[in-house]
């Protein structure tokens, strides 16, 4: 069975189209064209260059595009550097990039009311509380002693002596 570069090579030819016409409808370089049709997959910095252009170039020519891609991938697996994507990072993920990636895939149209509902539940619940606390509490218990003690001899307005 002929490669991927092959096959595009004779769709091409056999479509009269040079690689300067691929180009300009592709929009993609006449180097890398070239480098597909040379089945150069080293001049590619990632695999995912590679995908899109096969697409992109075979979906021109009107070839079986998911035949193409099945078959790129293949070879694809047979090179050593382009066998897997890179990583898009290099270091490792900490605790707070998990927790953002799993609250990234949460559903907030449902989360969000759910959360304030409960938000509200637990505040209804801290303020019975307390004040049912509040009520159990003896409203003189604070006050330290005193002598009380008229304060014009008649008795009518009484003044609070802090005891010594």
């Known amino acids: 069975m002929a ?4 096959q595009l ?17 592709t929009k993609v370089r006449t180097d890398h064209i070239r480098a597909l049709e040379d089945g ?3 001049v ?6 590679i995908k899109g252009f ?5 979906a021109l020519l009107k070839m ?4 193409i891609m099945k078959q790129l991938d293949e070879e694809l697996s047979l090179s050593t550097k382009h066998r897997a994507n890179p990583p898009l990072t290099k270091k490792e ?8 990636f799993y609250l990234s895939k949460v559903n907030w149209r449902v989360a969000l009311p759910v959360l304030v509902v409960l938000a509200i539940i637990f505040s209804l619940g801290a303020f019975i509380r307390s ?6 509490q003896d409203p003189l218990a604070r006050l330290k002693p005193g002598i009380y003690s008229p304060t014009n001899g008649r008795g009518e307005e009484l003044e609070l002596i802090p005891a010594k």
């Not at 490669?3 to 092959?6: N, Y």
């Not at 009269?16 to 300009?24: G, P």
């Not at 590619?44 to 260059?49: D, E, L």
Request: glycine fraction near 2%; aromatic fraction near 14%.
């Open 3 to 6: 490669t991927v570069a092959q």
């Open 9 to 25: 090579r004779e769709a091409r030819e056999g479509k009269n189209l040079t690689v300067y016409q691929v180009a300009e409808f």
């Open 40 to 42: 150069n997959f080293e």
């Open 44 to 49: 590619f910095s990632a695999p995912v260059y």
């Open 54 to 58: 096969v697409r992109t170039y075979a």
């Open 64 to 67: 079986d595009v998911p035949a």
């Open 93 to 100: 993920q900490s605790a707070v990039d998990v927790l953002m």
């Open 131 to 136: 004040w049912k606390e509040q009520q159990k």
